[in-house]
């Protein structure tokens, strides 16, 4: 695709179900990062993937959040047993890697994922 | 501490002025500075990028300045528009491929 997607859009869940936020970066970019913005707050940062190297996962909140890139390219952010102040939105950037110079480092957001913790 | 301060936190002015919004930073070292523009439940989507050899970069009717010594960077926008109304988001990267410090953002609303 053109951009970056993500999907759901948006998603309802009770506290203590586990939910799964998809993204698909574009084509290509070998850096994917996963987001977490709560109302009124700046982006924090929660995971990055870049090729085949192992994840940094120094922004994950708890051992309830992981994620996982399939492939080298589309990724999945997990939360099990969710919490109310899981509630945000999870932005999801790609690309096309630190290698290239500032520009090539460049993210490209999702239009991000609404999660609503009842 | 790596930090980036925004300021201000919001901001109105009306259709057709100017406004500079301020980002100060002590990441270091440094690598690059970029602003976003994040449209309200929208993706943030990139200006500008800078590293520490630039002083200035325009898009269009943005210009971002950057001072290394200072640690300071500014983003002025001439002539708003509606469509400027948006959060801006100042965010600066520790050394090449190093972690990225995010700003909390200005909520700039631009008034007909």
Known sequence: ?118 | KNQVEQSPQSLIILEGKNCTLQCNYTVSPFSNLRWYKQDTGRGPVSLTIMTFSENTKSNGRYTATLDADTKQSSLHITASQLSDSASYICVVRANQGGKLIFGQGTELSVKP
């Open chain 1, 1 to 118: 695709g053109a951009g970056v997607s993500q999907s759901p859009s948006n998603k309802v869940t009770e506290k203590g179900k586990d939910v799964e936020l998809r993204c698909d970066p574009i084509s290509g970019h070998t850096a994917l990062y996963w987001y977490r913005q709560s109302l009124g707050q700046g982006l924090e940062f929660l995971i990055y993937f870049q090729g085949n190297s192992a994840p940094d996962k120094s922004g994950l909140p708890s051992d309830r959040f992981s994620a996982e890139r399939t492939g080298g390219s589309v990724s999945t952010l997990t939360i099990q047993r969710t919490q109310q102040e899981d509630s945000a939105v999870y932005l999801c950037a790609s690309s096309l890697g630190p290698s290239g110079g500032a520009a090539q480092e460049t993210q490209y957001f999702g239009p991000g994922t609404r999660l609503l913790v009842l």
